[in-house]
């Protein structure tokens, strides 16, 4: 799919110039993790990675796969990348950013929605 959201395009540029989000987003793409387990793979500060994923979340890159109940009570939201892979072009005075759904978090997406009675 080419995305042709100037928003979208800002978002995905700025999220691979930034090496913490580019390990968010790598770590994320096949298995949903928690925020803790993103921390502890990538050596990222926690005030750092919450609020680098919390910008992710917004720009629709990264979404809650689902959460879950700790076995102390705590809710906890696992994390998922929305975008499998990116290819970016620059042709004068355009930039062409065609990106592949990551199917997984579209096919879960469609069975809870046609799963609603």
Request: proline share 3%.
């Amino acid at each position: 799919m080419i995305i042709k959201s100037q928003r979208l395009k800002e978002a995905v540029l700025a999220a691979l110039a930034d090496k913490e989000m580019v390990k968010i987003l790598d770590s994320v793409m096949y298995n949903p993790k928690p925020v803790n387990d993103i921390i502890k793979e990538n050596n990222i500060p926690h005030t750092t990675t919450y609020r680098k994923i919390k910008w992710l979340v917004e720009e629709r890159l990264l979404v809650i796969d689902k959460m879950e109940i700790t076995e102390e009570g705590r809710k906890i939201s696992l994390f998922r990348s929305t975008l499998k892979s990116i290819n970016i072009k620059y042709e004068y005075n355009r930039v062409i950013i065609e990106a592949e759904q990551n199917i997984n978090i579209m096919r879960k997406t469609a069975e809870r929605f046609f799963s609603l009675d």
